[in-house]
């Protein structure tokens, strides 16, 4: 068993590129984020192999989570492998299935002498066709430059409730990527725009929705399931299906999903690692 810090991309997924796509929409996040990488980016990436075939991928794209991807049932000697190879990286936090992560937490916790925390219980949802919502008032619409500033707030909160949030400057620079890529369909009620659901992470057949957010002051109204259910329609007409992360403590957000036709596939989870 060897592991290797991989260059590019392109590399990762010359290697571990039809390993992932054999269950994308549960492999959609490091799937994803290897299609849509950027030279900026600077990302770790690491595979453990043994003779020809690959045992694991590991991915992450500085501040975020580490993505761990296992394609074996035998993980203690693969993440034993892989974090030899990780030993002068900072690894804050990590993501991945609950058997994935767990492997993983107990052997860096050991190798660190560090103590870690729960981040998160996720959920993630599939959708190859899209089941019509409850009529609410109003209408959809694609974000256009005017909505920088809204875009930059909303996404500011979004992070703030949802992720460990963002700056204000991380939150306009992804408003303008949105915007660039005409990625953010929001919801408008009598001219006020109200909820808002974004995509991402294209990637052979499949998109991710993201970022669907509606302030405290609108919720309630079916705009999220309007604006998401639209913008899963629209997706739906370019790719073969969608995919998306939900928290599993929030129930409304779960339902909400599963009636315009989401079905689960796989639960994830986050952890932190908390170092003295």
């Not at 993983?104 to 996720?122: D, K, V, Y």
Request: aromatic residues 8%.
């Amino acid at each position: 068993m060897n592991t290797v810090t991989l260059r590019t991309a392109k590399e990762a997924l010359a290697l571990a590129g039809e390993k992932l796509a054999a269950n994308q929409a549960a492999n959609g996040l490091p799937y994803g984020i290897l299609h849509n990488l950027v030279e900026s980016d600077q990302p770790l990436l690491v595979a453990v192999k043994e003779k020809k075939e690959v045992l694991a991928l590991l991915v992450r794209t500085p501040p975020h989570h580490l993505i761990l991807s296992a394609f074996t049932t035998e993980l203690e000697p693969v993440w034993t492998s892989a974090i030899k190879e990780l030993a002068v990286h900072d690894v804050p936090s990590i993501i991945g299935s609950i058997t994935a992560v767990e492997a993983f937490q107990t052997i860096w916790q050991a190798t660190h002498g560090c103590q870690s925390e729960l981040g998160m219980e996720q959920r993630i949802f599939r959708a190859d066709r899209v089941i019509p919502p409850r009529q609410t008032s109003g209408a959809p619409r694609w974000t256009e430059e005017e909505d920088a500033a809204l875009l930059t707030e909303w996404i500011e909160a979004f992070a703030e409730e949802a992720l460990d949030g963002v700056t204000n400057e991380e939150a306009a620079e992804l408003a303008e990527r949105f915007i660039s890529k005409r990625s953010v369909l929001l919801w408008e009620d009598e001219g006020q725009a109200v909820s808002m659901a974004a995509a991402g992470r294209p990637a052979a057949g499949s998109c991710a929705v993201q970022h669907v957010y509606t302030p405290k002051e609108y919720r309630g109204r079916g705009y999220a399931e309007n604006v998401t259910a639209a913008l899963t329609k629209e997706l739906l007409s370019r790719y073969s299906f969608c995919t998306l992360y939900t928290d599993l403590a929030n129930p409304t957000s779960n339902a909400i999903y599963t009636r315009i036709g989401y079905e689960p596939v796989a639960d994830s989870r986050v952890v932190n690692f908390i170092y003295s």
